[in-house]
């Protein structure tokens, strides 16, 4: 097998996830638009999750409610709840825990965010294919599943009425080449692998009721890529031999790790905008640019061939709490320092005591981070210590566990 091809590896997307909460909670917004919100002092607050019907408005995250309306009379609120003077998203964490719960029975996960886990399906794929013995699979086993690059030859555009169409004819043209009797093809494995997070989407749903979209393919990138081209509710196949066309238009940004610092020296410094312009330089080229093992990594990546592991993990690495003050809000005395200190301290004491109930768990390390107004990003002060600390200032709290 060529290297890059050995394994199958999916990214699981819930789409819209605190909106989804919301709906279950209230049925009554399914199916309509709207949103979720957080703190109310400011222009009905701001907006941190939206539905596709308010999308189709123009309302997108980080508006205030108030200008949303605006744009859509109708649009429905739901608020996330506060505790100890800040935004409680308890119930998103166990609504996730639900979700990752239901993933982890159907292949190693790696939670990556609330909404988000990579799946390791490769094992999964070889014990379904001993099980296949060769037999193919059938169209209807790739329901809402989408082949990038395919179909070939066919005048009927994706973005028109008849995308359904689109898709299932491109499913039947990927699915004739395939040689069902060779297990070891690696389009073979990633089909299967396609077939299982089909039916694990499918389980989510009917456990949790909550819908989400998946990405499968060799690798991290190539997975999480593949999540984000045909949302929501549906999956996309992105092979190897796929890779060069799309990566022909992809812009450097799109890809994960690539969307900050380092995509922008890489753009700059090369003169390049899409990933596939990279394969014109050689990895000495990149090396001596990025440094030798950036540049490897650019170089293997824009090729489609990533070796970053999926790290068995269905709990979060970290407890942590954080408030941002920002203009007038800025914390300007001890007072206010030691009252939102107690208010983090409380917050974080709750959730250790849960996970350690729930999870056996106890944090051992305390970080302490602050970020003094008008510094941007990473400019800001963190220290670690034990966990009893002399705190003087605090912006966030964090607690790795094991």
């Not at 051992?364 to 510094?375: E, H, P, Y």
Request: glycine share 8%.
């Amino acid at each position: 097998m060529a290297p890059g091809r050995e394994r199958v590896v999916a990214l699981v997307d819930m789409d819209c996830f605190y909106v989804q909460v919301e709906q279950r909670l209230e049925p009554s917004l399914r199916g309509k638009p709207c949103a979720v919100v957080q703190y109310k002092t400011w222009k009905g607050g701001g907006i941190i999750a939206v539905s596709y019907e308010a999308r189709a408005f123009g309302v997108t995250r980080n508006m205030w409610a108030a200008d949303a309306k605006k744009r859509c009379p109708d649009l429905l609120l739901a608020r996330v709840p506060e505790a100890h003077g800040k935004a409680d998203l308890t119930k998103y964490r166990e609504a996730s825990a639900e979700v990752m719960e239901v993933m982890s029975r159907f292949a190693v996960i790696e939670r990556a965010s609330i909404d988000e886990a990579y799946m390791d399906l490769t094992n999964a794929v070889h014990e379904r294919l001993r099980k296949m013995k060769g037999q193919p699979i059938a169209a209807e086993q790739l329901e809402m599943t989408f082949i990038q690059g395919f179909p070939k030859n066919l005048e009927v555009e994706e973005n028109t009425d008849h995308r359904e169409e689109w898709r299932q004819c491109g499913v039947r043209q990927w699915l004739d080449l395939l040689p069902f009797e060779d297990p070891s093809h690696p389009d073979v494995q990633l089909t299967v692998g396609a077939m299982i997070v089909g039916e694990m989407r499918a389980t989510v749903e009917s456990v949790t009721g909550f819908r989400c979209s998946a990405g499968i393919s060799h690798n991290k990138v190539l997975a999480k890529l593949a999540c984000g081209l045909n949302k929501p509710n549906r999956q996309t196949l992105v092979s190897q031999d796929s890779v060069p066309q799309l990566f022909s238009k992809m812009p450097i940004g799109n890809i994960r790790n690539l969307g900050g610092k380092l995509g922008a020296s890489v753009t700059e410094l090369l003169g390049v905008e899409y990933v596939g312009q990279l394969v014109q330089f050689s990895e000495s080229q990149l090396q001596a640019h990025f440094g030798e093992k950036t540049g490897s990594w650019l170089y293997n990546l824009c090729r489609g061939v990533e070796h970053e592991p999926v790290k068995p993990r269905h709990l979060p690495k970290s407890i942590g709490c954080s408030k941002n003050f920002p203009g007038k809000t800025a914390l300007v005395t001890q007072k206010q320092v030691q009252h939102w200190l107690l208010q983090l301290a409380l917050e974080l004491e709750e959730r250790l005591k849960k996970d350690r109930d729930q999870n056996n768990r106890v944090a051992k390390q305390l970080t302490v981070g602050i970020r003094m107004q008008g510094s941007e990003g990473s400019n800001g002060l963190s220290r670690c210590c034990a966990l009893s600390p002399t705190m003087k200032l605090i912006r966030s709290v964090e607690m790795p566990l094991q």
